[in-house]
């Protein structure tokens, strides 16, 4: 059975770091790219970033490209998202999703529980 | 980067309705089309992918059609276990991306 895990996030200062992990189970990690996806309160869906499958391909919504870095582990089976530089507009559950095929654009078939992140002073 | 419009933001039904939702994409994306349903508290649940195949134990009371810009989604007789809000994401291109959602209460 797959499961996603987040875990991580918590309340940090404006300006501040965090990052946030996501443990998989019940597929094999390393033949899929991973996503992270967020949600503010009461809004709506933004992807973030993606992984490729080996590490060697990413890419990042515009809001946070140059600020948030997503790596990944695959002996740990664990993806991250190191989150710099945080500002208010960043408060969100943050998803890991993995995608229903192998392709850095993809549509997701499992979706974790998520991780909050507050960023406020 | 592609654009997706959703609408409406919201309705009201009955249950037994038949309620559709329309998704339109700023670019042709095919039919790399997804649509989602989220619960409050849950995490997002796939309905349908390539824009008209239901996932597997899906209830066949939800499909979804269209190709190139323009999307619909249908439920054909809503159940009290549908009040959610419903998301088109396309995955026809990075950045991947998400319309603004549609919530449909009873």
């Known amino acids: 059975q797959v499961h996603l895990v987040e875990s991580g996030g918590g309340v940090v200062q404006p300006g501040r770091s965090l990052r946030i992990s996501c443990e998989v189970s019940?597929?094999?990690?390393?033949?899929?790219?991973m996503n992270w996806v967020r949600q503010a309160p009461g809004k709506g869906l933004e992807w973030v970033a993606v992984m490729s499958y080996d590490g060697t391909k990413e890419d990042y919504a515009d809001s946070v490209r140059g600020r948030f870095a997503i790596s990944r582990d695959n002996s740990k089976n664990t993806l991250y998202l190191q989150m710099n530089s945080l500002r208010a507009e960043d408060t969100a559950v943050y998803y890991c999703?993995?995608?229903?095929?192998?392709?850095?654009?993809?549509?997701?078939?499992?979706w974790g529980q998520g991780t909050l992140v507050t960023v406020s002073s | 980067d592609i654009q997706m419009t959703q609408s409406p933001s919201s309705l009201s039904a009955s249950v037994g309705d038949r309620v559709t939702i329309t998704c339109q994409a700023s670019?042709?994306?095919?039919?790399?089309l997804s649509w989602y349903q989220q619960k409050p508290g849950k995490a997002p649940k796939l309905l349908i992918y390539?824009?008209?195949i239901l996932e597997a134990g899906v209830p066949s009371r939800f499909s979804g059609s269209g190709s190139v810009t323009d999307f619909t989604f249908t439920i054909s007789s809503l159940q009290p276990e549908d009040i959610a809000t419903y998301y088109c994401?396309?995955?026809?291109?990075?950045?991947?991306?998400f319309g603004g959602g549609t919530k449909v209460e009873i």
């Open positions: 999703a993995k995608p229903a095929g192998f392709e850095l654009a993809y549509y997701f078939d499992y």
């Open positions: 390539d824009a008209s």
């Open positions: 994401q396309q995955y026809e291109n990075l950045p991947l991306s």
């Open positions: 670019q042709d994306i095919s039919i790399y």
């Open positions: 019940g597929f094999s990690f390393s033949g899929y790219a």
